[in-house]
C-alpha cells in the first residue's frame, strides 16, 4: 500500500544532542511537509519543500533544519534541541495543493 | 496567520447519538479537510471538500463545504465508541500550498 513511513516512532534524545527524524513516501507526491503537534493542539507547520523549493514558516526556530534528498525521503534536523521540543513530529505529503496525507508520526523525548 | 475556529472544543455523547462539529474562517478557502487523530498516531484524511455546497459522505459521516466558501460542517451519525478521537478541520486558500488547522474537537463517546 502506498504510505507515509516515518522513522523511529519514538526517539528519545538529551538536551542540547542533535537529533534526526526522517519520512519516506511511496505515494510519489511532489510535496512534503514537517510538522510539530503538542498535547492535543493542533499540527503547527515548521516547513515544506513543493518540489525541491524549501518553504520556511517565518515563526520556525533555527534550531530546526530540513533536507530533502530526492521525492521519498525528508529529513528534519533539530541542531540543539531543548526541553520545550518534545512534542510529536508529524510528516505528511501531497500532490501538489491537494489533500495531505500524515505519517504515523514520531513522538520526542528530551532528557 | 489565518484562524480558524473550530467547535465545539469536546463533546461527551451516548453510543448511538448523532454529532456535528464546525469550523469557520474569516478568510475564504478553495479547500476543506476533515481529519480524526486517535491518541499517538498521525491524522487520517476522512473527507475532502473542493466547491462550495459541496456536501460529501464517507460511510457515516457527512461533510459540507460552507456556501459562503468561510466555513465547514462533519456530522456522524449514529456514533459508536471508535469514533472516539480528534477531530481536525484544515482550510486551505486559493494558490497556498499549506492547510491552516482548527484548534481540534475531542469527541468521547459512552458505551
Known amino acids: 500500500d502506498a504510505m507515509v513511513i516515518q522513522n523511529p516512532r519514538y526517539q528519545v534524545t538529551q538536551f542540547g544532542k542533535p537529533v534526526t527524524l526522517s519520512c519516506s513516501q511511496t505515494?510519489?507526491?511532489?510535496?512534503m511537509y514537517w510538522y510539530q503537534q503538542k498535547s492535543s493542539q493542533a499540527p503547527k507547520l515548521l516547513f515544506h519543500?513543493?518540489?525541491?523549493?524549501?518553504?520556511n514558516e517565518a515563526d520556525t526556530p533555527d534550531n530546526f533544519q530540513s533536507r530533502r534528498p530526492n521525492t521519498s525521503f525528508c529529513f528534519l534536523d533539530i541542531r540543539s534541541p531543548g526541553l520545550g521540543d518534545a512534542a510529536m513530529y508529524l510528516c505528511?505529503?501531497?500532490?501538489?495543493?491537494?489533500?495531505?496525507?500524515f505519517g504515523p508520526g514520531t513522538r520526542l523525548t528530551v532528557l | 496567520g489565518q484562524q480558524l475556529n473550530q467547535s465545539p472544543q469536546s463533546m461527551f455523547i451516548q453510543e448511538g447519538e448523532d454529532v456535528s462539529m464546525n469550523c469557520t474562517s474569516s478568510?475564504?478557502?478553495?479547500?476543506w479537510l476533515w481529519y480524526k487523530q486517535d491518541p499517538g498516531e498521525g491524522p487520517v484524511l476522512l473527507i475532502a471538500?473542493?466547491?462550495?455546497?459541496e456536501l460529501t459522505s464517507n460511510g457515516r459521516l457527512t461533510a459540507q463545504f460552507g456556501t459562503t466558501r468561510k466555513d465547514s460542517f462533519l456530522n456522524i451519525s449514529a456514533s459508536i465508541p471508535s469514533d472516539v478521537g480528534i477531530y481536525f478541520c484544515?482550510?486551505?486558500?486559493?494558490?497556498?500550498?499549506?492547510?491552516?488547522f482548527g484548534s481540534g474537537t475531542k469527541l468521547n463517546v459512552k458505551p
Open positions: 505528511a505529503t501531497s500532490r501538489d495543493r491537494n489533500e495531505q496525507f
Open positions: 505515494l510519489n507526491h511532489n510535496v
Open positions: 519543500y513543493y518540489d525541491k523549493d524549501f518553504n
Open positions: 478568510s475564504i478557502f478553495n479547500t
Open positions: 471538500l473542493y466547491k462550495a455546497g
Open positions: 484544515a482550510g486551505q486558500l486559493y494558490n497556498f500550498n499549506k492547510f491552516y
